[in-house]
């Protein structure tokens, strides 16, 4: 029998309730399929946001939680301090991380917190109707940023790992993307490294990975995989931006 | 006078316009209207529905489990509500997308193809116009000419060419009816 | 006009030019207008980077004596109780829209009346309250708006407009209200101290004696406001030996039931009230000759029919019929109320 595309252990196999072309999906498939490589599901537990991957506890064939709206790096440390020999990871859009849960995410990495961060940076929210995220670019219209994105009125597009790798307990911290089956690839790469910087117990762990939201973007999947490419990319230069060795 | 529209349908099938249009069509005749549109719970599987209420006096409740006409786009819909319309109401149901009749015999039914009907009509999108056009010009619950003089006013801000389309699959509705009801 | 929106345009009218919020279902339709709307009045809309930002926004905002709102939904409301907190001792006049939903935790956008509690029983720390209106129409949505930032000023107060998501959504024809927003003296504001000793706002009082003061101050403030304001709108209440209470949208479903009762010969009235706190006791009090038994009907497990047994006071039984998720169907609270008044011996 020939198997046409092979489930990952690591994921239940229940219908996305994503939207059509959502990175998402992708982005799960990634993580899930790092975490069957390294063998570690049974030992894995891991945090939803709230946000559009609010519901990822149906999908990750894992131990779930579901947190408050940006608390995940909080409900994470509590875990991992009790669990120190278990894997823990959050799953966090940037409504979730970048806005609400600021304050959680910069403590979590200054603590050095051993545990691993996947940051899905889609410009947008998208759960609650496509409102301006603090990743939104400049010009970009939103449902509350009509005007579009203004730096004297809405200030500039945050850029996550740059901030946190300035933090002395942050290990490594990089940023990719699921436009290409190339960058796909480099993803599940820093995904799989990021899970043994937590395992190794050098610190802090966290990948932004570069989304996309066709619905509230009103753009067809392939479009928005292009946007991501043209106007993304330029602003959030992929890369490593903080890589420490292991002691 | 108080009237209550129950419309449902899928997600997809317009649903909602009509209703809308129906409150802004009466509020244009000086009614008192209120406008509930499914939401919460109702939301999920795909299905839509809202209730629209016109009254002369002032309206208490503008939620119903009895309306006095419904106005159905599917089968699932039907099987939902049939048994909800008040005692001698209307039901007026798309037959392209309803697989058994009503088994009730004190509602006056009123039946057309809809789907067939937007397609022969060249109305690909404009299929809850042509329902409209119909159960208006029939029921007469809003006056069908004070109807098609407001299209401007309705469809606000929309472009000439959109409306124009609006009005005549609305019109194709209203001859629909006279010809066949 | 839709609920949401008929409630942030009479913010606009009210003279409100400052909104600051952060999205949350079913809220952001406010957020989402007052966005579009508030720029072209010269007014400034705010996204903050969470609902505690929001109320401290807010805070700092009203301090200065403009007319600021913010408006939030569950989980949002909760957040920002620390900063109600303050802004109420601190005697800041400010505007708060609940959009509900049901929880608790992250619950659902599904109708709920289950912030009651939350909003007429303190909900963050201290001795407070805040005064809420809970409109029933589009219309009132747009009116109490209005009216809400003149009772947030007048007593120096914030005002608590508790709504849900399916009042919202809802559309009604409003009538746009003329509307003259007097202004107010407030010598209080902090804008710089030119020409005047500086004023200061401060929720600290460390000394015992001058935090029993400041205790003292609020109570009576809202010894006043249970005085002056206490609403309700009175259904068919003549001679009811049954008294049903309902607010907000379900009271509409209530009147509805309570008009087919009557007409069927069953002796039933409807209170509904108008402010939740505070609230209107007063009213109750009123239909007590004749009532032999009240009825709380709520969008909840059952909160306001504590208030409601306290304003009976033991004289009368007091029952209770909820749904939570669901604005209850006309037929299911008569269903409801039949039942109560069959086991109370008045059917
Ligand atoms: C305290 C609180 N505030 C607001 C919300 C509403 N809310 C739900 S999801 C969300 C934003 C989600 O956006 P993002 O984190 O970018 O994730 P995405 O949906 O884009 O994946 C918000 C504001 C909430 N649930 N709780
Ligand atoms: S709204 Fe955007 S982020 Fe959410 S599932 Fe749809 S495409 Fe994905």
């Not at chain 2, 649903?15 to 000086?30: C, Y």
């Not at chain 2, 009895?66 to 909800?84: G, K, T, V």
């Not at chain 3, 913010?70 to 957040?79: A, F, K, Q």
């Not at chain 3, 927003?181 to 030119?194: I, L, R």
Request: hydrophobic residues 40%.
């Amino acid at each position: 029998m020939k198997k046409v595309l092979a489930m990952p252990q690591s994921l239940t196999g229940a219908r996305w309730h994503y939207c059509p072309g959502c990175g998402h999906g992708i982005i799960h498939r990634l993580v899930a399929e790092s975490m069957d490589e390294l063998g570690i599901r049974e030992r894995t537990i891991g945090i939803c946001p709230v946000g559009c991957a609010v519901l990822a506890y149906d999908y990750f064939n894992c131990d779930m939680l579901e947190a408050a709206h940006g608390r995940a790096p909080a409900v994470a440390t509590g875990i991992k301090r009790i669990l120190g020999d278990r894997v823990v990871f959050t799953y966090q859009g940037d409504g979730d991380l970048a806005s609400i849960g600021m304050g959680e995410i910069v403590h979590a990495a200054s603590r050095g917190e051993k545990i691993t961060v996947f940051f899905v940076n889609n410009t947008v929210y998208g759960m609650t109707g496509g409102q301006m995220a603090p990743t939104t670019l400049l010009g970009q219209v939103t449902t509350t940023s009509p005007f579009g994105r203004d730096k004297d009125r809405e200030g500039y597009p945050m850029k996550v790992a740059e901030l946190l790798s300035t933090l002395e307990g942050a290990a490594y911290v990089t940023r990719v993307a699921i436009n290409t089956p190339a960058n796909a690839a480099r993803a599940k790469k820093a995904i799989k490294r990021a899970f043994e910087v937590q395992m190794a117990g050098t610190g802090f762990s966290l990948v932004e990975i570069l989304s996309t939201c066709p619905t509230n973007w009103g753009l067809g999947p392939v479009e928005a995989m292009k946007w991501l490419e043209e106007k993304m990319i330029p602003y959030y230069p992929l890369g490593d931006y903080k890589v420490k060795e292991a002691q | 006078m108080e009237k209550q529209i129950l419309v449902a349908g899928f997600g997809g099938q317009g649903v909602l316009s009509i209703g809308l249009f129906l409150t802004h069509a009466a509020l244009l005749e000086g009614h008192n209207v209120a406008y509930v549109p499914s939401y919460g719970a109702e939301m999920r599987g795909g299905t839509a529905n809202c209730i629209v209420t016109i009254a002369d006096g002032e309206i208490s409740s503008p939620l119903t489990d009895s309306p006095a006409q419904a106005i159905i786009m599917n089968q699932p819909s039907l099987d939902r509500f049939e048994a909800r319309v008040q005692p001698g109401g209307v039901l007026v149901i798309n037959r392209s997308l309803v697989e058994r009749m009503p088994q009730r015999r004190d509602l006056t039914t009123l039946e057309l193809p809809l789907n067939r009907l937007a397609e022969e009509g060249g109305f690909g999108r404009g299929a809850n116009m042509i329902m409209l056009g119909a159960y208006i010009a029939h029921t007469g619950i809003v006056n069908v000419d004070t109807v098609l003089g407001s299209f401007d006013k309705i469809f606000k801000g929309k472009r000439a060419s959109v409306i124009e389309q609006n009005r005549e699959a609305f019109s194709f509705g209203i001859e629909y009816a006279r010809a066949h009801w | 006009m839709k609920g949401n929106e008929a409630l942030a345009e009479g913010a606009v009218i009210a003279g409100c030019r400052y909104f600051f919020g952060y999205p949350i279902t079913p809220q952001s339709e406010v957020a989402e207008y007052l966005a579009r709307r508030l720029p072209q009045v010269g007014g400034v809309f705010l996204q903050a980077e969470s609902e505690l930002a929001a109320i401290n926004m807010v805070y700092g905002g009203a301090a200065t004596g403009a007319r600021v709102m913010t408006g939030s939904s569950g989980p949002g409301l909760s957040l920002k109780q620390e900063g109600i907190s303050f802004i109420a001792e601190a005697e800041l006049p400010c505007v708060i829209a609940n959009i509900s939903r049901g929880g608790p935790g992250l619950g659902g956008i599904q109708p709920a009346q289950s912030d009651y509690m939350q909003a007429c029983k303190g909900g963050g720390h201290g001795d407070y309250h805040l005064v809420v209106l809970a409109p029933s129409s589009v219309q009132e949505m747009m009116d109490f708006a209005i009216e809400a930032f003149d009772l947030a000023d007048r007593y120096r107060t914030p005002v608590l407009i508790m709504s849900e998501g399916m009042l919202g959504q809802m559309m009604e024809p409003v009538e746009v209200r003329d509307f003259v927003t007097p202004a107010y003296e407030k010598p209080w504001a902090v804008t710089g101290c030119a020409g005047r000793k500086p004023n200061i706002v401060n929720t600290l009082h460390l000394p015992p004696d001058e935090l029993e003061a400041r205790n003292h101050v609020l109570a009576a403030k809202y010894a006043r406001l249970q005085a002056e304001q206490k609403r309700a709108e009175l259904f068919m209440t003549e001679e009811a030996e049954l008294i049903v209470v309902a607010y907000g949208l379900l009271s509409r479903v209530a009147k509805k039931a309570v008009a087919d009762l009557r007409a069927q010969g069953l002796r039933v009235g409807l209170v509904r009230p108008i402010t939740l706190w505070p609230f209107p006791d007063t009213f109750l009090e009123a239909c007590m000759p004749a009532a032999r038994a009240f009825m709380s009907i709520e969008i909840s497990m059952g909160q306001m029919v504590e208030d409601v047994r306290l304003a009976v006071n033991g004289r009368a039984p007091v029952d209770f019929f909820g749904r939570i998720g669901v604005v209850p169907s006309p037929r299911e609270v008569r269903d409801a109320i039949e039942d109560v008044a069959k086991r109370r011996g008045l059917a």
